[in-house]
């Protein structure tokens, strides 16, 4: 069990999405991440079936545990318990953190999705044990990732956000080598990716070098 007070794991998030990422499955993205330097793979699904989301996230449970990477769930308590990730990350419209809790229990990582300083505050009044904010910025690319995505926050509002709170914020949203190093400078415990590594021609080398950056400039 990787242990809960450490922020180490928070440091460079990889996740995965089959659903729009062409001709990329969760396991490779996770094997990329993993090898590629990622702290924690969050298993990300919305369009499978629950048991071929069971099947997947105990595939890479099995990778993640070889390589010491944090696991954490998206969305799907069950699951998580399931698999026994580290964690599950909840949404806005999924179920509240502190049932969450009460049902799985206080040594897992719960954590919490914000777009807006709004929902931020009720992550931090929820008890997230970190707040993925974001998407920090725009793009056709971060649309074609995630759909629904709020509008982008942008620097200034996510130093708002790191401001706010001591809870570790991870940044999250169209965060690229270009401009990963603006986003570490605002304050955040750490940076999420998707498309960074999921839409790169070699996986594991884009998440190394993202990896490097990330050590060169995060405390």
Wanted: proline letters at 3%; charged letters at 25%.
């Amino acid at each position: 069990m990787i242990a809960k007070n450490s922020n180490n794991y928070y440091k460079f998030q990889v996740i995965t999405d089959e659903g729009n990422i062409p001709d990329r499955t969760h396991l490779e993205i996770a094997t990329a991440g993993c090898e590629g330097g990622a702290t924690l793979i969050q298993f990300r699904d919305k369009q499978s079936s629950s048991l071929r989301m069971y099947e997947v996230a105990r595939e890479i449970r099995k990778i993640t545990r070889k390589k010491k990477v944090c696991f954490i769930i998206n969305d799907r308590l069950d699951l998580a318990m399931a698999v026994d990730a580290e964690g599950v990350h909840l949404g806005q419209t999924d179920l509240p953190i502190q049932i969450a809790r009460h049902i799985w229990g206080k040594d897992k990582i719960y954590g919490a999705s914000a777009s807006n300083l709004e929902e931020l505050n009720k992550a931090i009044k929820d008890g997230a044990d970190y707040i993925g904010f974001g998407p920090i910025y725009g793009g056709r690319i971060v649309y074609e990732v995630k759909p629904d995505a709020a509008s982008p926050s942008g620097i200034e509002v996510l130093k708002k956000a790191v401001s706010t709170t001591t809870i570790p914020i991870i940044g999250i949203g169209g965060i690229t080598e270009e401009n990963i190093e603006e986003v570490i400078q605002a304050g955040v415990k750490g940076i999420a990716v998707v498309a960074a590594v999921a839409w790169a021609e070699d996986m594991k080398e884009a998440a190394s070098r993202l990896r490097n950056i990330i050590d060169l400039n995060l405390p």
